[in-house]
């Protein structure tokens, strides 16, 4: 890469970061959408951006886990089933023009419901989901991840919370560590995507570190629940505009 396009990157990627994580999200679906637009190689894309992702989920679900918002039983109800299949989705290599659709609509409703009367969304009383719910569920949004390479983050987030299942900040602590072992699964089941990792991925581990501090110190001390919900619905506005027009 030329040194402006490593630079564009950069900042691309820690202002993807900050905006990500203040909702518990690791980026990836930003980082693709950032290396789309500079005609990156699509089999450097899908490492890179998962690499990034670990990263930043990693910071992400320390720094809630530290502030005691994590729920680590809900984590847990649908990593178990979540991981796996994000490892064996990242080994399959599915025409986009099958899922982007139908995830890129999909993230719109979830992001309209967000959008619309969030107070009333993020103050009400929340219920733990029965296993029988959350196993098949991960099941298939960690397969999802794999796919798409991302963390799954993005498809976890609006279930959680239009389910009632965690109420906001904490669904952000559930999602990060969540994204973080999808992350590292995806990558694990294309270990060899691994050899096509840019040379300049410390520049851009550096610049998505950044972007993190930012958004997760926003996310942990700053955004008001209701505010948290409008975020996560921009967020689901690019990631569903994303894969439906790239």
């Given at each position: 890469?030329d040194?402006?396009?490593v630079?564009?990157?950069?900042?691309l990627?820690a202002?993807g970061?900050?905006?990500?994580?203040?909702v518990?999200?690791g980026?990836?679906?930003?980082?693709i959408?950032?290396?789309?637009?500079?005609?990156?190689?699509?089999e450097?894309?899908?490492?890179t951006?998962?690499?990034?992702?670990?990263?930043?989920?990693?910071f992400?679900?320390w720094?809630?886990?530290?502030?005691?918002?994590?729920?680590?039983?809900?984590?847990?109800?649908?990593?178990?089933?979540?991981?796996?299949?994000?490892?064996?989705?990242g080994?399959?290599?599915l025409?986009a023009i099958?899922?982007?659709p139908?995830?890129?609509?999909?993230?719109?409703?979830?992001?309209?419901?967000l959008?619309?009367?969030?107070?009333?969304?993020?103050?009400?009383p929340?219920?733990a989901?029965s296993?029988?719910i959350?196993?098949?569920?991960?099941a298939v949004?960690?397969l999802?991840?794999g796919?798409?390479?991302?963390?799954?983050?993005?498809?976890?987030?609006?279930?959680?919370?239009?389910?009632?299942w965690?109420?906001?900040?904490?669904?952000?602590g559930?999602?990060?560590?969540?994204i973080?072992?999808n992350?590292?699964?995806?990558l694990?089941g294309?270990?060899?995507?691994?050899?096509h990792?840019p040379?300049?991925l410390?520049?851009?581990?550096?610049?998505v570190?950044g972007?993190?501090?930012?958004?997760?110190?926003?996310?942990?001390?700053?955004?008001?629940?209701?505010?948290l919900?409008?975020?996560?619905?921009?967020?689901?506005?690019?990631?569903?505009?994303?894969l439906?027009?790239?």
């Amino acid at each position: 890469m030329d040194p402006t396009t490593v630079a564009a990157l950069a900042i691309l990627f820690a202002l993807g970061a900050a905006l990500y994580s203040s909702v518990g999200h690791g980026g990836a679906s930003a980082y693709i959408a950032a290396m789309a637009l500079f005609s990156v190689a699509p089999e450097t894309m899908k490492p890179t951006a998962l690499a990034l992702n670990l990263l930043v989920a990693g910071f992400g679900a320390w720094r809630y886990w530290r502030r005691g918002l994590t729920n680590g039983k809900l984590v847990l109800a649908f990593a178990l089933t979540a991981t796996p299949a994000a490892f064996l989705g990242g080994g399959i290599h599915l025409p986009a023009i099958y899922y982007k659709p139908l995830v890129g609509i999909l993230l719109w409703l979830a992001a309209a419901r967000l959008l619309w009367h969030p107070k009333a969304l993020a103050d009400r009383p929340v219920e733990a989901p029965s296993p029988w719910i959350t196993l098949p569920a991960g099941a298939v949004l960690g397969l999802l991840a794999g796919l798409t390479g991302t963390g799954g983050g993005i498809f976890l987030s609006p279930l959680i919370i239009l389910m009632a299942w965690e109420e906001p900040r904490r669904t952000s602590g559930v999602v990060s560590a969540f994204i973080f072992l999808n992350s590292a699964a995806g990558l694990a089941g294309n270990a060899a995507s691994v050899g096509h990792l840019p040379h300049e991925l410390p520049i851009f581990l550096l610049s998505v570190a950044g972007g993190a501090v930012i958004g997760t110190w926003l996310g942990v001390e700053r955004l008001p629940r209701p505010w948290l919900l409008r975020t996560l619905g921009l967020v689901l506005t690019i990631a569903g505009a994303k894969l439906l027009f790239t």
